[in-house]
């Protein structure tokens, strides 16, 4: 299950240790730079908006959950037809 984070007021932060490709640390850095941000508040910002995007699509998911139906017969042959 996906842990989606709820606004709920001013957090205490945690400090994380990870690894990253230099590249996406040079371009995050000069993104952050460019934003007047500090990496820091960068890198949650762009957490932040990717764990919002997710939501949106399990939301999408949710609500179209069983909108087509299909038999099993027209199911086997949609999956077998090696055309795709």
Sequence with gaps: ??????????????????????DILFAAKHMALLQRKTLSEFLEDAIRTYLEMQKENLNISDETKGVMRISPGSLR??????SY
């Excluded at 299950?1 to 230099?22: A, P, S, V, W």
């Excluded at 042959?77 to 090696?82: I, Q, Y």
Aim: aromatic share 4%; charged share 45%.
């Design 1 to 22: 299950m996906l842990y989606i984070l709820e606004n709920r007021g001013k957090l205490m932060k945690k400090k994380i240790g990870t690894i990253l490709d230099e």
């Design 77 to 82: 042959k949609v999956m077998e037809d090696e």
